[in-house]
């Protein structure tokens, strides 16, 4: 990063036409597989968007193979609850891929209420030579069959296909902010504003709560849920966040119900600090586990912070994100971007962070040299192998050419969305209905 940040590029860019854009097409959530030869991107719209990876060019070594569409779908439709008089929105919340386990793969994308299970395969040959069936599959009159033959597969053109396995329904009141799959690839936990529970991917008329926060009384509710997710490697350690900054680590071995925490994070507040806004701006939005499951990252409006899940008291770093917004929340009130919820992300070594910002602007932070970079996700550069610029906001002091003023930033463009390939460097980022890809380019380790 720093002076490395230039050999950044844009791979690829699946962009539609900027003039048509309408509320369906804007993507709302990203996720690579585990082995990050697939992306899946999921939009307002119910669909989902799958692209593969083209095998890597031997002509071109540097090349690392390109994103290209491979399957889309619609996942959900929109719906109506009679007895709320509430519509549901198709919109999809989350996507999280299950460890391929044979030739198909398989994942679970969820909106407010429902969650799906989807199977990809792929077909390239077909059988021929039927003894009953002519060729448009029409069962033949028996008595004109005089003889048998034997039924040969034939190569096709590639075909997939994409089919329901499972729906999980009836088991969120509230809104669905989060999907995790356990590390032992049977069960996973879908969490809304007030519960969490537990499922087993093969059952899908019942699942467990294992967390329930909602009072008796609603009038005592003081906070919800905003995110949670598995540990990498304990299938019995979880972890959520709430709307007061706090993260809560759970062992299912200790209690059925897991209204006890394991461990509580949280990191007390400055009185001096305090304003009207304190309250919404420590509100997590996401928390992710690092890959070596020793550390948790988790994303609030202005910051975010690396914890230790070792030390409780205070996060073990914290990197600020847009703190010259600090300034602005009054108006970011006003218009309802300080209810944005920013997503982050760490690299596959767990020593670089990044998340999202306003103006199509996405931040990385390096945890070994402390050196961070602002870029952004424009059209201007969509061209392929185009190399990024590092971006700077002018805040005071001496102003660059190329500086842009806090006022001119568009709030209307903002990065909620990003994922991190699971071991090379190189990262998708959602900017309203466009999804960036970009690559290191030497894809080496960033330091």
């Known amino acids: 990063m720093g002076e490395d940040t230039d ?77 709320k008089s509430l519509e549901i929105e198709e919109k999809i919340n989350k996507i999280k891929w299950l460890p391929q386990q044979n030739a198909a793969h398989s994942l679970l994308s969820t909106n407010d209420k429902t969650i799906k299970l989807w199977k990809i395969t792929e077909r390239d040959k077909k059988p021929e030579g039927y003894n009953l069936k002519d060729e448009e599959g029409k069962l ?122 394991f461990k509580l994070f949280e990191e007390p507040e400055d009185p001096s600090s305090r304003s009207f806004f304190s309250e919404i701006i420590s509100s997590v939005s996401d928390v992710k586990f690092s890959h070596s499951g020793r550390y948790m990252l988790a994303r609030d409006y202005l910051t975010v912070k690396v914890w230790d899940l070792n030390m409780e008291t205070k996060p073990i770093e914290i990197y600020q994100v847009h703190d010259y917004l600090r300034n602005k929340l009054c108006s970011l009130y006003e218009n309802d971007c300080i209810f944005d919820k920013f997503e982050c992300a760490w690299n596959g070594t767990d020593s670089v962070i990044m998340t999202g910002a306003y103006n199509n602007f996405f931040r990385m932070f390096d945890r070994n040299s402390k050196r961070d970079v602002t870029l952004e996700a424009s059209r201007d550069n969509r061209k392929p192998r185009a190399i990024l610029k590092p971006r700077r906001v002018f805040i005071g002091g001496k102003r660059r050419r190329d500086d842009i003023s806090v006022d001119s930033l568009d709030f209307t463009r903002k990065i909620l969305h990003t994922a991190w390939h699971p071991t090379e460097n190189i990262i998708a980022i959602a900017a309203t209905n466009n999804l960036y890809i970009f690559q290191d380019k030497m894809n080496s380790e960033i330091h």
């Not at 585990?34 to 890597?56: C, S, W």
């Not at 919800?224 to 972890?239: G, K, R």
């Open 7 to 83: 050999t950044r590029k844009i791979n690829h860019g699946f962009l539609r036409d900027h003039n048509y854009v309408t509320e369906a097409d804007v993507i709302s959530t990203v996720e690579f597989n585990h082995t990050g030869e697939l992306l899946a991107t999921g939009d307002k719209g119910g669909r989902v968007v799958i692209f593969q990876r083209e095998p890597e060019s031997k002509n071109e070594s540097y090349s690392q193979g390109e994103y290209n569409v491979y399957s889309t779908f619609q996942s959900h439709e929109p719906e109506f609850d009679y007895l």
């Open 140 to 261: 033949k009159d028996i008595s004109t069959v005089t003889s048998l033959q034997v039924p040969v597969l034939k190569p096709m053109d590639l075909m997939v296909e994409v089919s329901p396995r499972r729906i999980f329904s009836n088991g969120h009141t509230y809104h669905v902010n989060s999907i995790s799959v356990n590390s032992d690839y049977e069960t996973y936990m879908s969490a809304d504003d007030l519960r969490i529970n537990l499922w087993h991917l093969a059952i899908t008329d019942r699942s467990f709560n294992i967390v329930d926060i909602k009072p008796d009384n609603m009038e005592d509710l003081t906070e919800v849920i905003t995110s949670s997710e598995f540990h990498p490697h304990h299938c019995n350690l979880f972890v959520y966040s709430n709307s007061k900054g706090s993260l809560r680590l759970c062992d299912m071995r200790a209690s059925a119900l897991c209204d006890k925490h």
